[in-house]
Each structure stands twice: as C-alpha cells, then as structure tokens.
C-alpha cells in the first residue's frame, strides 16, 4: 500500500516536472493526433508539398490539428500593440489563401510591448513581422535585430513615399523598415466656441490668431476670460510637447552628452503657465477627463461642466481619437461637425506605425511580402484609407473577426501617389462633414512634405518618459524647477548609464 | 513492488536508493529552474549584457558600483522597507486580534468560516485590477474628488496620485487589505491546533484572556509566526505590482514608490535592455532577503 502510493507520488512529480518544461513542443504531441484524426490526409500531403520542405514542416502539421481542411497553410507571426494592422494581416489573408497570420497584440501603455519584443528578440518566441511605433523605431533600427529591406525601395519610390517616413525606417544606408502612415500633426479647435470668443471659426483667421505659442497663450487668457474660466484653452499641458519638441535645434543626445534644446526649457515655461493661469484641464493624456473634453461632458469635481477649446493631434487622432470620443456615452452630448483644423502654433508630427522583418526568420520572404502589402502596395493603401476595409468585407474573409474589426476612413497614409488620387474622396465625406466642410486630408496633403525626421533617436522615448513624472512634480508645486531638473538627470542615468547630463 | 527488482540480470537496484530515486525529480527540476536562473543572475550581474545588443563583456563590478552611486538605488531600498514594514505591522496586528476572536471559546463567534472568506476576498482580484481601480478613484476627475469637494470637505478637487504620502498610503493599504485574509488563514490554522484543555486550566488557575495570549497562544504559535514573518518579508521585498500599476511604473510621484524590483525592471526595460545591471539589483536583494531571513530564524530560534 505504502510502496503504491510512493509509485503514484513519483509518477506525480515526473507528469509536473514534464509539464513545467517549456519547449511543450508541438512535434510529438502534434503528430500522432492528425495521425488518428480526420486530417491524416492532410498532414501527409503538408509533409510532401515542397513548400513546407524545410523547417515548416513541423508548424505545418501542428496546423493540421487545428484546420485540417487547410494543412497547407502557411503561418506568419505579427507582433504589434494595437489591432489595426489585423486588419491589413486579415485583408493579406483574403489575397493569399495559403496564409495563415498569427496576430499578437500588446499594449504598449508602460510600454510592455518593447519589453516583451526585445526579451524575445534572439530566441525561437521572436515573431516575423514587427510593428515598431515612432516613439521606439529608432532603436530597433539602429539595431542588427531588423532585415535589410532595401529590396523594397523601388516600390517606394513608385509609391513616392514621403522621404521623413523612409528615412526613420533607415540607418547608416540600410532601410530596414516602412510605415503605411505619414503623421503630421495640427490643431483641432471648436468652432462654435472660437466664434464665441475670438468672432469667427475660419480656419485661416484662427490660424492667424493661433500662429506661434505666445498668441497661443495670450488666446488661452481670452478664452479664459470670455468664458469665466469654464473653458480651457487645452485638456492637458502635455498635449503640446510634441509641437515643442518636433522644433528642438539639436537631437537629445550629441557625442554621449544631452542636450536640453531652448525649446524643452520653453515647453517647461509654457505648460507651468497654462497650470498656474489654470488655461489646462489638468487632465491626463488619454484618461477619461481627456477624452470627456472632446464631447463637453467634463465635469469638474464641483460639478460644473467644463468645456476645452483645442486638442493637438496628428493625422491619425481625426479618425481614431477625434471622431469615435465626440459622441459622450449616453448620448446626450455631441460635438461632429463643429471641429475646425489648422496647422497650429508649430509644425511637428506626431507618431506613425513602421514595420520590419525580424532578421534571421525562416520565413523571410513572406514576411517581406507582407511588409510590401502592408506598406508599399498602392491598392491596399487606398482600401485603407477610405473605408474599404469593413468589418463585413473582414468577415467574409475571416468569419473569426471580431466584430469591431474594421478600418475607418481617413488615416493618411505614407504614399504621395496614393494621396493625391484620394484627395478628392474626403470633399464630401464623414470626416470633413465632422470638420463641417474641411478636407483635412487636402490640408495634411500640404504639410507632409515638410515634416523631417532628423531629430529622431533611439532614446527619445526613454528620455522623454523620465521627464513626465519630475515635470508633473513641479506643475503641481510639489518640487521647485531646479529640483525637477536634477531628478531628470537622475532618472536618466537608470536608462542610460554612460550619458553624460551636465 | 516492482520492475526494478525483477530484473535479476544488469543494473541492481538496491532498496536503500528508492529515496533518491524520489526526490531525483524534484532535486532535477530545482537545478534547472531554480539553481540555474541563480547562478546565471550572479554571472550576469558581473557583465554588461544587454538586450539589444547581444552578449556583453565581463566587467567585474561596475554594475555594483554604478548601483550603489545612483540615488534611486537607495531610495528603492528604504522605500521597499517602509512599505513592506508599514503595512506587514497592521497586517499581523489585525490578523492576530481576529484570529483570537475567532477561535475565543468564551465569545464564541458564529459563521466564522464566512467572515474568514470575505476577509481573503481582496487576495483573489488580481492586482492589476486593483491598481486601475485606485488609479481611476483618485484621479483628479475622479469620484474621491467629486465627493470631497461636493460635500465641502474640500474647495478645490486635488491631485491625490500627485502626492507622496498618498501615494505611499494608497500602496500600503492595498498590500494590507490584500494579504491581511490571507494571514488570518494561516494563524486560525495554528490557534486551533493548540489544545483547548490549556486554556481550560488557564481559566480554573484564574488567567485573563491577555494572560492566556501571551503565554500560552503567543508561545505555541511561534512557528506559524515566525512562517508568516519570512513569507511576508520575501513578498514584501519583491514588491512589484501594485506599486508599478498604480503611476506611471517609475515610481512617480518623485520616486516615491518605486520598490527594488521596480527598480530591476526599469534597468531591464531600459531602451538598451540592461539585464546585466538589472541582475546586479535581483542580487543585492536576494543577499539582503537572505541575510534577514536567516537573522529572523537565528534571533527565534528555540533557546534551550
């Protein structure tokens, strides 16, 4: 009795000791059950197709158990941190039957998804396709971790992409990685409320009004003044750190030293003035007080409802922030149609998506591919941007997609030829309706060309996360400017040990 | 019992070895996953590795000096130990006070087994969830504002998450409210296992209920204490995610709750990837845990 219970004990601790081993791998638990399924035909035939010759033999019967009607398929791994280019994997899907693209998204808020990627660069987790946002591109661009993708530039140069986008995707001559956006930014503004303060919502007047930051905050006082202090000038002040920082002299690091531009002492100045005039909501960018101020139904702490008068976004925050908040949750409050854009107090731009293939991966070739698809392929750039991807043209695809799967119109993308053909779509469209009458897409037209990219690096994000904290210290009085300075400097060296901060 | 035996010919296995052959699986999986990651954390510790860029060089002891130079170092470490110490106290002092009413014969309190659950609730929700909901409570347009301001109490809302003692009191009271339930599990389980025939001749001898706790529940429950202690010290020094999901995952407001850990994954998640001077932070907490644990025995252990 004694002895059988040691027997089971030990078979116990083998069973957990198997299962904690982390390669559960797929092979010989795979293999044996398409053996005895239905799908025995299929994995056969997977096993002899000369395409799945080499190593993807293995995933390829993995496969079979899960879809054995289509043992052929062949999978590529998508990392990204949002679901937006699920769509694009799902549309790739739709022109390429054999494909099967395994999308994983991570979000990217305290920035996870960076760390997850960069834990699994190297080892056999890393997936093929990366979708790199502007804050942290650089750093995977100055890596050896990206292809050399200069097989695609001809495209490019079909496609007329717009040089700053090609350019962050590139290092020392090497381009490595392709965005299908373009993302300069601008300055959405109310209309009925800059009729109320300032006697008209013309664009052109308002921009004249608006055209560098000291009439932006010489209007902050109008507004506040005009409207009692209900309405705020901005919802935040980090809103327009962008603005400031896209027009610095001088990158952040030169020659292993930092070097804090003139325009991030101004930044510091501005946005202390806008807490201590009480211009800013004191809201948090993308918290709820933030995007309540897009559909007037801020409330103050009191009670009272607050109104704000202008948010900094870029090209993509019309479709994707803009549009989808200006409706509030009960319905009760809607602000379409009375939105105005401009180009704002400074030019700059504002994030953007890139893609690149993990170097090394054995499936290369199809992950370039779709790294072409997704960015360079004049087609699916246009399906993009107005609207072709529904959540039904989706679905008829993928009957799997989730229902709220879908691509709006209006993200401007990174082609030239591509924009100015679709032009013409927004004149009477949703979007320029919710601008009452503005082509947005014929204004982000104009400015595109003149946005650069040389101040990128890869330490931007650092840098400029390990500001927030020490700058929202001192907008609040709880450290005086000198304070929030040094414990930068201090943070940095978490980062960055070998940077030199005097 | 057994195949082994059976086969008279070839390698013989001789009853004495069953032992070994028992604890091999556990003594196999404890190498590989947990002596090899310790072993490989000091080696790493000693280089400059990074993520992004591949294997580094041995590099002695830069990562340790660089660590002890930098202000955040120390700062993790006492902030570490003010939050852990801050909230184990009233954790322990709670669990104990319920634990003895609980199992108190004289008051005898009815469906313990419900108020023992509701009290270990908290441990269930995942931290994650936690941290969002004290995050969105005390945001500067949030319901703890609305309330103070609505009801006079205060004239202008606040930015409570701005503030270091909130901050740090927020972190307190979750870790408490958290493992408080937990705790009480464990001393019930050891209140109850102590005879009740000794407080039965406590009482006819004439002893308080004060008496009774300090010398007779106190002494026997030892163990159990000195179990939760060690438990609740290693918890408490790794402390990781309420802390980092509650700001901004640096620590804001000023670094006021960035803990040990969190100061090993920024090193870790840095831009670069250093998870060479990260390991030097998991080394220096795991010698410091180590060093007081052990104390924590030497000092408690039975003197006769």
Redesign the interface.
């Known amino acids: 009795m004694k ?2 219970f ?2 089971l ?2 078979l116990m ?2 069973a ?2 198997l299962a ?1 081993c982390p390669s559960q791998s797929a092979e010989p638990t795979a293999v044996p059950a398409a053996a005895d399924a239905t799908a025995a035909p299929a994995a056969a035939e997977a096993t002899a197709a000369p395409a799945a010759a080499e190593a993807t033999a293995a995933p390829a019967v993995a496969d079979a158990t899960e879809a054995p009607a289509s043992g052929e398929k062949e999978t590529l791994n998508v990392w990204s941190f949002t679901n937006e280019i699920n769509t694009m994997a799902v549309a790739y899907e739709g022109k390429h039957p054999n494909v099967d693209i395994k999308y994983t998204m991570i979000p990217m808020t ?2 996870e998804y ?2 997850k990627l ?2 699994a ?2 080892t056999s987790d890393a997936p093929d396709v990366v979708a790199l946002e502007a804050a ?1 591109v650089k ?1 995977f661009v100055e ?1 050896d ?1 990206l292809k050399d993708l200069g097989s695609l530039l001809p495209y490019a140069q079909e496609d007329q992409t717009y040089t700053f986008v090609t350019d962050v995707g590139t290092n020392d001559g090497v381009t490595k990685a392709y965005a299908y956006q373009a993302t300069p930014g601008a300055l959405f503004y109310r209309r009925s409320l800059a009729k109320e303060y300032f006697g008209t919502d013309d664009p052109a007047e308002i921009q004249a009004l608006l055209s560098d930051f000291d009439k932006y905050t010489e209007a902050a006082a109008v507004v506040k003044e005009k409207s009692g202090g209900d309405t705020y000038m901005v919802a935040s002040s980090g809103d327009f750190q962008n603005p400031f920082f896209a027009n610095r002299e001088q990158p952040w690091v030169v020659d292993d030293t930092l070097v804090v531009d003139p325009m991030v002492q101004k930044y510091v100045d501005t946005a202390k003035l806008f807490r201590d005039e009480g211009y800013e909501a ?3 960018q993308w ?3 933030w995007f ?1 101020g897009m559909n007037d139904s ?6 009272t409802p607050k109104k704000v008068f202008s948010y900094f976004l870029p090209t993509w925050g019309l479709p994707y922030v803009l549009a989808p908040n200006a409706k509030s949750a009960d319905g009760s409050s809607d602000t379409s149609g009375d939105w105005g854009v401009i180009t704002g107090p400074l030019p700059y731009q504002w994030g953007g998506t890139w893609l690149g293939v993990i170097d090394g991966t054995p499936k290369a070739d199809l992950a370039t591919d779709f790294v072409r698809f997704a960015t360079l392929d004049q087609e699916n750039l246009t399906n993009w941007a107005t609207g072709v991807y529904t959540n039904d043209y989706l679905k008829a695809i993928d009957p799997n997609v989730a229902s709220d799967q879908m691509q709006a119109p209006g993200d401007f993308v990174s082609s030239q030829v591509v924009v100015e053909k679709i032009i013409p779509d927004f004149d009477n469209s949703e979007l320029s309706a919710f601008l009452a009458g503005q082509n947005s897409y014929a204004g982000f037209a104009e400015a595109a060309p003149s946005v650069n990219a040389k101040l990128m690096q ?2 931007d ?2 840098i400029q ?2 500001m ?3 700058l ?2 001192y907008l ?1 009085g ?2 005086t400017e000198d304070q929030m300075w040094a ?1 930068w400097k ?2 940095l ?5 070998d940077l030199s901060t005097n | 019992m057994t195949a082994a035996n059976s086969h008279k010919t070839g390698f013989r296995f001789k009853k004495d070895y069953y032992g070994y052959l028992f604890i091999a699986p556990f003594i196999i999986a404890f190498l590989l996953f947990g002596l090899y990651p310790v072993y490989n954390t000091f080696r790493l510790s000693f280089t400059n590795t990074t993520l992004m860029g591949g294997s580094g060089s041995f590099v002695g002891l830069q990562n340790y000096q660089r660590l002890f130079d930098t202000p955040q170092f120390m700062k993790a470490v006492s902030n570490t130990w003010l939050l852990w110490i801050l909230n184990f106290i009233p954790q322990i002092g709670i669990a104990l006070l319920l634990s003895v009413w609980f199992t108190s014969v004289r008051l005898r309190i009815r469906a313990v087994g419900i108020w023992r659950t509701v009290y270990y609730l908290p441990n269930l929700l995942m931290p994650a969830a936690i941290a969002a909901l004290f995050f969105s409570l005390f945001s500067f347009f949030g319901p703890v504002n609305q309330a103070l301001v609505r009801s006079g109490l205060i004239a202008e809302p606040v930015q409570w998450l701005q503030n270091q003692t909130v901050a740090r009191g927020l972190v307190i009271f979750i870790q408490w409210w958290m493992w408080f339930g937990a705790t009480i599990i464990l001393i019930m389980a050891g209140m109850t296992s102590i005879s009740v025939s000794l407080y039965e001749s406590a009482m006819i001898d004439g002893a308080d209920e004060w008496k009774m706790f300090r010398w007779i529940t106190i002494p026997l429950l030892k163990p159990i204490l000195i179990y939760v202690f060690v438990t609740s010290l290693v918890g408490g020094m790794q402390m990781f995610d309420i802390p980092f999901l509650l700001t901004d995952g640096r620590g804001s407001p000023s670094g006021s709750i960035l803990t040990n850990n969190m100061l090993m994954y920024l090193k870790f998640s840095s831009s670069q990837g250093h998870i060479g001077a990260a390991s030097a932070v998991g080394v220096v907490v795991f010698i410091m845990t180590t060093v007081i644990a052990l104390g924590i025995f030497y000092f408690l252990r039975e003197k006769n």
């Open positions: 002895n059988s040691r027997l004990a030990l601790m083998v957990m000791v904690a305290n920035g960076q760390t960069k834990a660069l190297g942290f750093q890596s971790f004191q809201a948090q918290q709820e007080g309540a801020l409330v103050d702490a009191a009670g890869g330490s994000d650092a996360r390990a927030n904290d020490p929202n210290q609040n709880e450290i414990t201090e943070n060296a978490i980062d960055f040990p």
